[in-house]
């Protein structure tokens, strides 16, 4: 089955059931070294593996390590270029798991990062990433503490899928000038906008389906939190791209208010609700100016949206969500991208689970890691 590799002898593959892992006491689990500081970085790491299964189990359970090739150590042992090495995936697939040191990214043609290419391969759409502060951990941050957020990054989508055309190649050359003479003046909202002949073009694709998968998972790992720490917030930049970001957050809220209707509120229903708890009497337009300070300036058309949207929250969940029963959900909200690197520094306690699209998720978990002292 294998060329170069040979499974253990001694061990159990992990099996899944309905989605779920059936471990057994003594797994086989494939691990790739990695490059750079993974040559040091695993053997320290598997005696941590071990040493840590063993305290916790009292030596009834045990790790059966596989050894698999990704990066620089495949190409040694399976030729010049050869990163990815089908032994080495058809590993993963038949064990169900695999651990990974950093890889390499390679220069030249071909994979552009092996850590994507792995990631598309299985279809790894969740990168779920904690980051917590643990005491004595040094930190640029004056109260680290407070920060204790899950950043759920969709990990398959977004300008990571790598579709981009290089400055000057033919087919580049070819989309601008479709979308600069075709597409854009088909389209009134862009105006007259021009993309610059001498430009690089890439595309960000975000859809429907990979939103809201993601979310899902965001939402029911909110669901199994302690109750101060179940909120998911949707974290975009639709003010800027409507189509792609926006769409996400709509997305977002779209599968949160229907999927998890008798488990969930969004920020915004929780204010009409509110409003509504402190006074009784308080008439729908009434309602809508507070949850929208700029009521009072907007189109007749705009207020009567608001006014609507607010006779629908009150009509459809006032009965299950009414009377702070909304308090004991898992609170949706969102927050536009550059914002959250300023909130999580200024009151991080207010977030718990952050959903976003792929760059902005690679973005997050950095700035999010530097504030833990990572």
Partial sequence: MYEKITPPTTGSAIKFENGSPIVPDNPIIPFIRGDGTGIDLWPASQKVFDAAVERAYGGKRKITWFKIYVGD???????????????????????????KG??????????????????????????????????????????????????????????????EWKQGSEIGDRLIKLLNE???????????????????????PISKKGSQRLVRRAIQHALRLPKNKQTV????????????????????????????????????????????????????????????????????????SICKEVQLVLDSI?????????????????????????QIQTRPDEYSILATMNLNGDYISDAAAAIAGG
């Fill in 73 to 99: 150590e495949a190409c040694e042992q399976y030729g010049t270029y050869q990163y990815l090495p089908e032994d080495s995936l058809a590993a993963i697939r038949e064990f169900g798991v695999a651990i």
């Fill in 102 to 163: 950093p890889l390499t990214t390679p220069i030249g043609g071909g994979i552009r990062s092996l850590n994507v290419a792995l990631r598309q391969i299985f279809d790894l759409y969740a990168c779920v990433r904690p980051c917590k502060y643990y005491a004595g951990t040094p930190s640029p941050h004056r109260y680290p503490e407070k920060l204790d957020v899950i950043i759920y990054r969709e990990n398959t989508e977004d300008i990571y899928l790598g579709i």
């Fill in 182 to 204: 075709d597409l854009i003046p088909s389209t009134p909202e862009h105006g007259k906008k021009q993309i610059p002949l001498d430009s690089g073009i890439g595309i960000k």
């Fill in 233 to 304: 917030t949707l974290v975009h930049k639709g003010n800027i791209m409507k189509y792609t970001e926006g769409a996400f957050r709509d997305w977002g809220y779209e599968l949160a208010t229907t999927e998890f209707r008798s488990q969930c509120v969004t920020e915004r229903e929780s204010w009409i609700l509110s409003n509504k708890e402190k006074n009784p009497n308080l008439s729908i337009e009434e309602n809508a100016r507070q949850i929208d300070p700029g009521f009072d300036a907007m189109t007749p058309d705009k207020q009567a």
């Fill in 318 to 342: 006032w009965g299950t969500h009414g009377n702070g029963q909304w308090k004991e959900k898992v609170m949706v909200n969102d927050r536009i991208a550059d914002s959250i690197f300023q």
